[in-house]
């Protein structure tokens, strides 16, 4: 399994993958103890038909602590935030969930590109643009969370 140390957002965007290909494929969820063991915690988290592992939630939660203490404290930081900002709101306008952090928004935006890329469907150039922007955002994070966590 991916580790949350190793990378915060590649872990929780692993997790949201393996939820929907267990959701997908639950013939599959014996495969191997990983699977076995995500599908044991989907049902006794009542979420085989939606939203996400507790795993998963508190990562982002951890995410966006430091998400938010960065906005207080690097002003790089938060110039690449505002820089972002207008394209991540129009993402949650498009989405059930309006209100959702900048951060979940930037992973919802990367895993929704995911998808399209595994349907092999067209990506447009801003939507490129906007995927990089958030990558490096989230890469930034990402590696602060590593140094934070073995400190």
């Known amino acids: 399994m991916k580790s949350k140390k190793d990378n915060i957002a590649e872990y929780i965007l692993y997790l949201w993958q393996m939820e929907d290909y267990l959701r997908a494929f639950p013939q599959n969820a014996d495969a191997t103890p990983e ?5 044991e915690m989907m049902h006794r988290e009542g979420i085989m038909d939606g939203g996400h592992l507790q795993l998963a939630n508190n990562a982002l939660s951890e995410l966006e602590g430091l998400h938010a203490q960065l906005l207080d404290e690097d002003a790089m930081y938060r110039a690449a ?3 972002l900002t207008p394209q991540l709101n129009l993402l949650k306008a498009k989405t059930d969930r309006p209100t959702m952090s900048d951060i979940e928004a930037c ?4 895993y929704q590109i995911m998808m399209l890329r595994l349907q092999k469907r067209e990506i447009s150039a801003e939507t490129t643009t906007v995927q990089t922007q958030a990558t490096q955002l989230l890469q930034y994070l990402s590696k ?3 140094v934070n966590s073995t400190l």
Do not use: C, G, S
């Open 144 to 146: 602060l969370y590593l």
């Open 35 to 39: 699977l076995h063991e995500l599908n």
């Open 107 to 110: 992973l919802v935006l990367l």
């Open 81 to 83: 935030v505002i820089r």
